[in-house]
């Protein structure tokens, strides 16, 4: 019973440590990623068209159309230089995105009194030694320009923009260290896009169905375009985290299994203390399927006893640690202080069925040899 009631517990804290763990890259990636993502099927950036974003904004279920020019470029501040991932965005980033929820220094949104400014990931941030006090100093953006031969002139070889800081965002440390979101003008005269965009991200009201707005979208824009959901941009990570999730599931059922052996033999045991009683009930007339059924039910009195102990204990320490967070994650630098926990039913329900199985099957045989062996010696 006890091995049962701790594999118990030990399944249900290890899967909901899983669905903290997708849950908090969902809320994260959230912060940065669309409802939905519209692209060009093929090339980098297409020609936009007025009549895109009237069509977007007509289909039901989209709050808000966002265009959007994203390229890499070489940013300068003081001495230090690297390259970044720029995105621009338009308005609608400012009134839909969750890019407001991380940021943790400077103000919102990107552009205020009519002058632009830049929202700069805390890598880069290291990295440039970047100063939101420091008025002074401006973010100098290159672009390589589209030139042809015969351009001797190193400043004609790439635009040069200046663009003051005015927000660090911390989401995740790939974005964190690669991007800075700038207004969408900005980036069309730093990358001399004229009337191009390289994406339009689409923001959904609450009650949309993602599947069917990505769905309209695509016939409505045609083979022309490709229309990914926010989700699916990060489809291989989840999938993996799923597949961990699987494999934790599986190994410890299987240590469970294995350490379910103690119920065989303790049932095994348990029949042959109980000759004498056996013995008894077969003289008084019980069937061998009486015999077989009491120790079975035995082996379902110890699954169930075992895994109702197991899944109090599983499900009250995952909620201890979801409301209080008694275990942290051990590192100042950590996105969350502790260990994300997110109970689901359905990881409780196969929890419990399969440990209940499991018991189970160790019965079958102890209560067969009790039935079997007692009925065939009895009184000869």
């Given at each position: 019973?006890?091995?049962?009631?701790?594999?118990?517990?030990?399944?249900?804290?290890?899967?909901?440590?899983?669905?903290?763990?997708?849950?908090?890259?969902?809320?994260?990636?959230?912060?940065?990623?669309?409802?939905?993502?519209?692209?060009?099927?093929?090339?980098?950036?297409?020609?936009?068209?007025?009549?895109?974003?009237?069509?977007?904004?007509?289909?039901?279920?989209?709050?808000?159309?966002?265009?959007?020019?994203?390229?890499?470029?070489?940013?300068e501040y003081k001495e230090a230089q690297r390259l970044v991932r720029m995105k621009g965005v338009s308005r609608d980033f400012d009134e839909y995105s969750g890019i407001r929820n991380v940021l943790v220094a400077g103000d919102f949104p990107l552009v205020r009194d009519s002058i632009g400014y830049a929202l700069v990931g805390r890598g880069v941030q290291y990295d440039l030694s970047?100063?939101?006090?420091?008025?002074?100093?401006?973010?100098?953006?290159?672009?390589?320009?589209?030139?042809?031969?015969?351009?001797?002139?190193?400043?004609?070889?790439?635009?040069?923009?200046?663009?003051?800081?005015?927000?660090?965002?911390?989401?995740?440390?790939?974005?964190?260290?690669?991007?800075?979101?700038?207004?969408?003008?900005?980036?069309?005269?730093?990358?001399?896009?004229?009337?191009?965009?390289?994406?339009?991200?689409?923001?959904?009201?609450?009650?949309?169905?993602?599947?069917?707005?990505?769905?309209?979208?695509?016939?409505?824009?045609?083979?022309?375009?490709?229309?990914?959901?926010?989700?699916?941009?990060?489809?291989?990570?989840?999938?993996?985290?799923?597949?961990?999730?699987?494999?934790?599931?599986?190994?410890?059922?299987?240590?469970?299994?294995?350490?379910?052996?103690?119920?065989?033999?303790?049932?095994?045991?348990?029949?042959?203390?109980?000759?004498?009683?056996?013995?008894?009930?077969?003289?008084?007339?019980?069937?061998?399927?009486?015999?077989?059924?009491?120790?079975?039910?035995?082996?379902?009195?110890?699954?169930?006893?075992?895994?109702?102990?197991?899944?109090?204990?599983?499900?009250?320490?995952?909620?201890?640690?979801?409301?209080?967070?008694?275990?942290?994650?051990?590192?100042?630098?950590?996105?969350?202080?502790?260990?994300?926990?997110?109970?689901?039913?359905?990881?409780?329900?196969?929890?419990?069925?399969?440990?209940?199985?499991?018991?189970?099957?160790?019965?079958?045989?102890?209560?067969?040899?009790?039935?079997?062996?007692?009925?065939?010696?009895?009184?000869?």
């Amino acid at each position: 019973m006890v091995v049962v009631a701790i594999g118990t517990m030990c399944l249900i804290i290890a899967l909901s440590v899983f669905n903290g763990l997708e849950g908090l890259l969902r809320s994260m990636y959230g912060n940065f990623d669309p409802d939905v993502v519209v692209f060009p099927a093929s090339g980098k950036s297409f020609e936009l068209d007025s009549s895109h974003i009237v069509t977007l904004k007509s289909i039901e279920g989209v709050a808000g159309v966002s265009e959007v020019i994203e390229d890499n470029v070489l940013v300068e501040y003081k001495e230090a230089q690297r390259l970044v991932r720029m995105k621009g965005v338009s308005r609608d980033f400012d009134e839909y995105s969750g890019i407001r929820n991380v940021l943790v220094a400077g103000d919102f949104p990107l552009v205020r009194d009519s002058i632009g400014y830049a929202l700069v990931g805390r890598g880069v941030q290291y990295d440039l030694s970047l100063s939101l006090q420091n008025d002074f100093y401006t973010l100098q953006m290159y672009y390589p320009k589209d030139i042809g031969p015969g351009v001797v002139n190193p400043t004609r070889m790439y635009n040069l923009l200046n663009i003051i800081p005015g927000g660090i965002f911390a989401i995740e440390k790939y974005y964190d260290d690669n991007y800075i979101f700038v207004p969408v003008e900005f980036a069309r005269e730093l990358l001399d896009y004229g009337n191009r965009l390289t994406a339009f991200d689409i923001y959904l009201t609450e009650d949309a169905n993602p599947i069917h707005v990505k769905s309209d979208i695509q016939s409505s824009l045609g083979e022309e375009f490709q229309v990914k959901l926010g989700e699916e941009l990060h489809g291989d990570l989840y999938k993996v985290l799923r597949i961990e999730k699987l494999f934790v599931f599986i190994i410890l059922v299987a240590i469970i299994g294995i350490a379910s052996i103690n119920i065989f033999f303790s049932l095994t045991m348990l029949v042959i203390e109980k000759r004498k009683d056996i013995s008894i009930l077969f003289a008084q007339g019980a069937s061998s399927t009486l015999i077989r059924n009491i120790f079975l039910y035995e082996g379902c009195i110890v699954a169930f006893t075992g895994a109702g102990i197991g899944l109090i204990l599983g499900v009250g320490i995952s909620l201890v640690q979801q409301h209080f967070g008694i275990v942290g994650m051990g590192m100042d630098s950590a996105v969350l202080n502790s260990y994300p926990v997110q109970i689901e039913i359905l990881d409780v329900l196969l929890t419990v069925v399969a440990i209940i199985l499991i018991t189970f099957i160790a019965s079958i045989q102890p209560a067969k040899k009790a039935s079997k062996s007692f009925s065939t010696q009895t009184f000869q």
